[in-house]
């Protein structure tokens, strides 16, 4: 157990449809990512969260967004779902704005669109 | 932004052979360089890093080098083992970029083969 949370591990749902990833960091991280990893893909970076606020987007689509909470957890939405947004979902942790202290990655969140 | 480029994206070696993994990245101001191991559907995990003030470092099987002049490192495993297939990806990130986070390579699929 790495200590990042992510909930659901499992994910099915139409197209059209929306979804919320959740997840909860490291106790003690104040930072969050998001990643999105295809099949045979890189990992994509899709924005960051620290201590509350965003920090930094990468390549969000706009249909997805995301927020942090004052407890720290995150949730990130997908709405007008496609098949292409099929991918594995991480989300990672760090304690410093910058992640030079090295990121922990939760589980991730397998997300099949149908 | 950093730019991190990552070759190859497939090494296949005989089990106990060594295997050499190389990165460059292209902020000069990049001063931490992870390197994550992802097994088949499972998050990545952090197995070694480097700082810019060191040239090597190394964890019994696994070493990493960097040349900040070259503006390359490089990942070595030894004596290589079936555990060690996965894939790896290597990180650089800037203390200060314009997007805070760990900017990742493509990944490299290492093959043990037996």
């Known amino acids: 157990d790495s200590g990042v949370t992510q909930t659901p591990k499992h994910l099915i749902t139409a197209t059209g449809q929306r979804v919320t990833l959740r997840c909860s960091p490291r106790?003690?991280?104040?930072?969050v990512y998001w990643y999105q990893q295809s099949l045979d893909q890189g990992l994509q970076f899709l924005i960051q969260y620290y201590n509350g606020e965003e920090r930094a987007k990468g390549n969000i689509l706009e249909r997805f967004s995301a927020q942090q909470f004052p407890d720290l957890h995150s949730e990130l939405n997908l709405s007008s779902l496609e098949l292409g947004d099929s991918a594995l979902y991480f989300c990672a942790s760090s304690v410093r704005r910058t992640g030079s202290d090295g990121y922990t990655f939760g589980s991730g969140t397998r997300l099949t669109v149908v | 932004g950093e730019n991190v480029e990552q070759h190859p994206s497939t090494l296949s070696v005989q089990e106990g052979d060594s295997a050499v993994i190389k990165c460059t990245y292209s902020d000069s101001a990049s001063n931490y360089f992870p390197w994550y191991k992802q097994e088949l559907g499972k998050r990545p995990q952090l197995i070694i890093d480097?700082?810019?003030?060191?040239g090597e470092k190394k964890d019994q099987r696994i070493a990493v080098t960097l040349n900040k002049t070259a503006k390359h490192f490089s990942l070595h495993i030894t004596e290589t083992q079936p555990e060690d297939s996965a894939v790896y990806f290597c990180a650089a990130i800037t203390p200060g970029g314009g997007a805070d986070g760990l900017t990742f390579g493509k990944g490299t699929h290492l093959i043990i083969q037996p």
């Open positions: 106790s003690g991280d104040l930072s």
């Open positions: 480097i700082r810019s003030n060191v």
